[in-house]
């Protein structure tokens, strides 16, 4: 579509020429020889470009009603009377740019041309955020399950505010998703969301990562770097798998919470910033403060507004809405012809218990979607791990024959190393503890080194 440029000049000659150039660069072109008259058909422009000395209302008068009448529309405005005073109040009233006459066709299209791109930039940035806001409202978060609509309802009333929300379940029952909902919820949603997965950086950098360091402040540090909570200043941070905070963090967590500040590392300069925080675990925190691995003062200031995301073996009323919005959201690009699934496919994801929740629900999909060859998902289609159900064992079996209660946490742990290919902090929490706890048992165990 071509863009539509309104001019708006008293002198007849200068309109004239700047007319026929944006002609033959392809715009269409509205023309006004006063603000009164371009104020009536400044809705449907691309661009204003206006001078500012004109006959009744003046050019800056008429930028101030086109930003309260349209925000978005990039006016440039010409002078004869350029200075650097005259260019600091245009710009200040909101101004994209500014041509001191007399100036070139050339510099003309140049300016025009950069005026657009940044209006298509701005565009394109503002629908993604709409986009993404989108993506986190109720209805594309599938819980129809009461349990879930109870938690909606909750983020309804929670988001509005600054309160500290914690987040508790199992791994992959969307805690990543629940904190973003909150997020898009909130009067922050234009600003900036921090993720920070506390398992994922090691713990001699996490200080740094988390509040930055200065220049110099150890070996490596060539320039400044702001820290995670600096780079979410009036938004949001996500703190994932918070559980697994080391004691000296902790500290400044807490302080953070507290008083809303922090000192960068090798600095003594005291920051302050406005972040809400959300952070998540899948751990039992409670039991980390018996055992002395997490702080009992920071747990109180995180738990201000606790959320319990429930299984999906809890929910299996989501079951059925969860597969089918799956396949409709992978089919396309797993390049299979897969359009619906059958009751009987629902029926075998019902009776499963899910122990990787709805993540696991949504890998099973995919890999069903890539080996199905039909065009609906039926129950032979469905891969689902062959583990069974685990079922408590009757008090004649409380443990296996010949085992002590040591040996029986030994087999365990090493089972969970295995299938955690030796990464340890992906096998605490297989076995629900923190990073810490399981170092403290290997240790036992003389497997730490």
Not at 227 to 234: N, Y
Request: charged share 30%; glycine share 6%; aromatic share 6%.
């Amino acid at each position: 579509m071509k863009k539509r440029i309104l001019v708006v000049e008293d002198e007849d000659k200068l309109r004239r020429v700047i007319e026929l150039q944006l002609s033959s660069a392809g715009f269409d072109v509205d023309k006004a020889a006063t603000a009164e008259d371009g104020l009536k058909i400044v809705d449907r422009a691309d661009l204003v470009l206006t001078d500012l000395k004109l006959p009744g209302m003046g050019g800056l008068e008429l930028l101030g009603l086109i930003r309260r009448q349209n925000a978005h529309v990039p006016v440039v405005v010409m002078t004869a009377f350029g200075s650097i005073e005259t260019a600091v109040e245009s710009m200040k009233a909101g101004a994209t740019d500014f041509l001191l006459k007399p100036f070139s066709l050339d510099h003309l299209m140049q300016v025009v041309n950069k005026a657009l791109e940044v209006r298509a930039l701005r565009d394109e940035n503002r629908q993604l955020k709409e986009e993404l806001g989108r993506r986190y409202e109720f209805d594309n978060i599938i819980g129809r399950s009461p349990p879930m609509q109870e938690i909606f309802a909750t983020i309804e009333r929670v988001g509005p505010t600054r309160a500290t929300v914690l987040l508790a379940g199992e791994s992959g029952v969307g805690k990543d998703l629940i904190a973003r909902a909150i997020h898009f919820h909130s009067p922050r949603r234009d600003r900036p969301l921090v993720k920070i997965n506390c398992t994922a950086i090691p713990e001699n950098l996490m200080e740094s990562e988390l509040f930055g360091y200065e220049k110099g402040a150890f070996t490596g540090a060539q320039t400044t770097k702001p820290g995670k909570f600096e780079q979410a200043d009036t938004g949001t941070v996500f703190l994932d798998e918070i559980g697994d905070v080391p004691p000296a963090i902790q500290v400044k967590l807490l302080r953070v919470l507290q008083e809303r500040e922090f000192e960068r590392l090798g600095s003594n300069q005291t920051r302050h910033i406005d972040v809400r925080v959300v952070a998540a675990t899948n751990q039992d925190l409670r039991a980390a403060l018996e055992q002395g691995t997490f702080r009992e003062d920071l747990y109180y200031r995180l738990n201000v507004v606790p959320l319990n995301i429930p299984p999906l073996r809890e929910r299996k009323v989501d079951i059925p809405f969860l597969a089918n919005h799956f396949v409709h959201k992978l089919a396309p690009d797993t390049g299979c012809r897969v359009e619906s699934i059958t009751d009987a496919a629902i029926e075998k994801l019902m009776s499963y218990h899910w122990p990787g929740n709805v993540r696991e629900l949504e890998n099973v999909i995919e890999r069903s979607l890539v080996m199905c060859t039909g065009t609906a998902l039926d129950a032979a289609d469905i891969k689902l791990e062959s583990a069974p159900r685990p079922r408590p064992q009757s008090d004649s079996h409380f443990l296996p024959e010949g085992m002590s209660l040591d040996q029986y946490e030994q087999d365990i742990i090493r089972e969970a190393l295995r299938r955690a290919d030796g990464n340890k902090s992906q096998a605490a929490r297989l076995l629900g503890l923190t990073r810490n706890a399981l170092r403290y048992r290997l240790t036992q165990m003389g497997l730490e080194s």
